[in-house]
């Protein structure tokens, strides 16, 4: 059973930055591609940034420059470390495993309870 739980969310000044991990169990891991999405109210569930199990990366346009993806095969961890923050930035944030790479999809399963980013003005 694949189980994803993510942490780091919280409130943040615009121009700051949060750094968001990911714990995942149930899957080969160090064998697997990641990635990081977001869902802000009202909007579809969007891939923000992925890494592959080589830790190749790829990023939304919205967010490149600014945020960077980075991976931990010990700790079966992923992160996002997300800087210059904007409010448009703000959104529930959930990891999951990636079906292809790069991923051109948003999977349909596996999700996790995500974490809360919230970018004051």
């Known amino acids: 059973q694949v189980q994803l739980v993510e942490s780091g969310g919280g409130l943040v000044q615009s121009g700051g930055s949060l750094r968001l991990s990911c714990t995942v169990s149930?899957?080969?891991?160090?064998?697997?591609?990641m990635g990081w999405y977001r869902q802000a109210p009202g909007k579809q569930r969007e891939l923000v940034a992925g890494?592959?199990?080589?830790?190749?990366?790829t990023y939304a346009d919205s967010v490149t420059g600014r945020f960077t993806a980075s991976r931990d095969n010990a700790k079966k961890t992923v992160y996002l470390q997300m800087n210059s923050l904007k409010p448009e930035d703000t959104a529930v944030y959930y990891c999951?495993?990636?079906?292809?790479?790069?991923?051109?999809?948003?999977?349909?399963?596996?999700w996790g309870q995500g974490t809360q980013v919230t970018v004051s003005s």
């Open positions: 999951n495993y990636v079906r292809t790479w790069p991923p051109t999809s948003i999977p349909n399963s596996n």
């Open positions: 149930g899957i080969w891991f160090s064998a697997t591609g």
């Open positions: 890494i592959s199990n080589s830790g190749r990366t």
